[in-house]
């Protein structure tokens, strides 16, 4: 028996990257451990176990034994801290993490089961739905496999998911299935629970620290098999994975952006191929990386009724932004005749700046380079940095009196719309209405009600399934284009294709999109539903412009109270990044200032990105002390969403 055990400590500073050997008799990989360091005790994961020690060491002993973890999820994470640029203690934290103990006497916690009825036997699959599942479960039984399944919104991808998931369990396997936002799509749960019953574990941030306890013990000790939840849900202790399917795989939430800086979808794949299991990502606007790389199984169109016609509503011609006469009609519509809206627009509060007519100036948050957004409480808010301030009579920089508003955000667009159709009852979801019991309370109230509009943030586009919901409208489709970011077309043709899915699910629905740019690609073609079309173009410009999938980025940010230590420290980090990227290498260059906090960039092009976001581990490790001393951070991301 192995006496010897190798243990990452689960600490988070970079200098530390290799595991101490301890006395452990017993011990197996993947154990989670009590450990003395230095002097003090940390919580630590066995990577490995020998039956001698290295020569020269006198190992002390392991403390204690605290509970275990499947040993593929230590081939995980130490695949994560390699690849992301991170640390293995910092990546074992996330498959192990730090629960307290139950309180002796304290009965296990089960969160609440939501809002939904039961589901009735599944109905008989199309033959889309049969092909794709028997190519699921085909690679289920021939050791695993990655596929893409796209289909239209309401196309029944959800029951693809559903049996895989009884095809892992039929021969003795467990399933993951991730969700972007559980608390916005608990129909997603509730169809799984209907379908298994306990057997389903749920993982995410809207649990208490006990109620996440008590579902990883449940799927500990394999009396859970199914897991559904949220980015981090896909680190699930699990054995003997089956399948995992990522649905609504284009969500920019399955990137972590705290540092190990994962993407639960490539964790997805590579756990997925770790275990011989099979990976399913679906959506019905994948991104241009999946569609490029991975093998396609298409369900078509919708099972109820076709899409319904999008009309765009060109805001050059048409008067009276937010609410142009169009889509004045269609609430009019919708009052007369009963039916629901969902109303997007993808920006939070009265008015997104402030605008001096007098000097020309834009009233901007005093920490960060961003304009401040006039809010309902007349106060104007950082949506960077959190902070708030009265928003004053007179410009500042000038004394005029005649402040501007520029454009509308969902606060305004609340205002003119219960002046105009005040037979509506209106229900607005964004950040700024308080915590996950008040999305619960938005999104019940609209699914209860007859006459009625849904509008709010991108959150409004996300996966609801409400019945009645006859009109779904864009009001600035043009408000994410404008962001300097390579995928900013791409997530203006997502959320406008997803908005229109919401429409006429049940019975004939219309879609409406107000553009100031109607011959823009991303909106002439999300406009025809042509997904295809859309790809195939944006896979050529990044062709051309060497971007993601064809090569990959790896971004290094330095922030500091000043402007000069970021970029001094990224040309310092430059030529090392250079010796070893095997690609091109940019900046630094300045980025917007945030939170008082001076920012660069360094961005790396690469085929393959570890060689250089290794080394620039290894440099911010050697440089911490200098860091510390000059009020310097920095990050490393690899696979960025954004740039
Ligand atoms: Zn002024
Ligand atoms: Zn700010």
């Known amino acids: 028996m192995a006496r010897f055990a190798s243990v990452h400590p689960l600490v988070t500073t970079r200098a530390l990257t290799r595991p101490f050997t301890y006395l452990g008799d017993g011990l197996e990989k993947g154990a989670v451990v009590s450990v003395p360091l230095g002097r003090s005790r940390r919580r630590g994961v066995v990577v490995e176990v020998a039956d001698s020690a290295p020569a020269g060491v006198e190992p002390v002993a392991v403390e204690r034994a605290l509970g275990s973890v499947p040993a593929a999820l230590v081939d995980l994470a130490l695949w994560i801290a390699d690849y992301y640029g991170s640390t ?53 039984d021939g050791g695993g496999g990655r596929f893409l399944l796209h289909g239209a919104t309401g196309s029944g991808k959800t029951e693809v998911y559903l049996r895989a998931c009884a095809a892992a369990l039929e021969r003795g396997l467990a399933a993951i299935v991730l969700v972007p936002e559980i608390a916005l799509t608990p129909q997603a749960l509730a169809r799984f629970r209907s379908r298994f019953g306990d057997l389903v574990a749920c993982l995410h941030s809207g649990l208490s620290e006990a109620e996440r306890r008590d579902e990883r013990e449940r799927i500990d000790r394999g009396e859970a098999r199914v897991v559904v939840g949220a980015r981090s849900a896909v680190f699930a202790p699990v054995r003997g994975l089956g399948v995992v399917c990522v649905d609504e795989e284009h969500d920019p939430s399955y990137k972590q952006d705290s540092d190990p800086r994962y993407d639960a979808r490539a964790v997805a794949a590579r756990r997925a191929a770790l275990e011989g299991a099979v990976a399913v990502f679906g959506s019905a606007t994948p991104r241009p990386e999946s569609w490029h790389l991975l093998e396609r199984l298409e369900l ?29 009609r269609e609430l009019g519509r919708l009052a007369d005749r009963g039916g629901k809206g969902i109303l997007l627009l993808n920006r939070r509060g009265v008015a997104p700046a402030l605008h001096c007519r007098g000097c020309g100036r834009t009233i901007r948050c005093g920490s960060c380079d961003v304009s401040l957004v006039l809010h309902g409480d007349r106060r104007l808010h950082c949506h960077h940095c959190g902070r708030a301030e009265a928003a004053p009579r007179l410009c500042p920089g000038c004394g005029s009196a005649e402040l501007m508003r520029l454009g509308a955000g969902t606060e ?100 409406l999109v107000q553009t100031f740019a109607p011959d823009a690609r991303p909106i002439a073609l999300a406009a025809r539903h042509a997904v295809a079309e859309f790809l195939a173009g944006e896979l050529e410009r990044r062709r051309e412009l060497g971007l993601p999938p064809f090569r990959h980025l790896v971004r290094v940010v330095a922030t500091a109270g000043d402007p000069a230590p970021p970029l001094a420290l990224l040309h310092e980090l430059r030529g090392g990044i250079e010796a070893v990227a095997g690609g091109d290498v940019l900046g630094p260059a300045p980025i917007l200032r945030l939170r008082g906090r001076h920012r660069a960039q360094l961005l790396v092009k690469a085929a393959d990105p570890r060689p250089a976001a290794t080394r620039a581990s290894a440099l911010l490790a050697a440089a911490a002390k200098a860091m510390r001393r000059d009020g310097l951070t920095a990050s490393i991301d690899v696979d960025p969403q954004s740039v």
């Open 88 to 140: 293995p203690g910092r990546a074992l934290a996330l498959v192990a993490p730090a629960v307290r103990a139950r309180r002796p006497g304290a009965a296990p916690r089960r969160p609440d089961v939501p809002t939904l009825p039961g589901e009735a036997e599944p109905a008989a699959l199309t033959a889309p739905q049969r092909r794709a599942l028997e190519r699921i479960v085909a690679a289920l």
């Open 300 to 328: 078509g169109a919708r099972l109820a009724r076709p899409l319904p016609p999008v009309k765009i509503v060109d805001l050059r011609r048409e008067r009276g932004y937010p609410l142009s006469g169009p889509l004045l």
């Open 412 to 511: 305004q667009l609340e205002r003119e719309l219960a002046a105009a159709v005040p037979e509506l009852e209106l229900l607005r979801l964004d950040a700024d209405v308080a915590g996950r019991d008040g999305h619960d309370e938005v999104l019940a109230r609209f699914a209860r009600a007859e006459r009625a509009v849904l509008l709010g943030t991108q959150m409004v586009a996300k996966g609801h399934h409400f019945p009645g919901v006859r009109l779904a409208a864009v009001v600035d489709a043009d408000a994410g284009m404008l962001l300097p970011d390579f995928r900013a077309e791409e997530r203006t043709f997502q959320l406008v294709t997803q908005l229109a899915g919401r429409s006429g699910r049940d019975r004939p629905g219309r879609v």
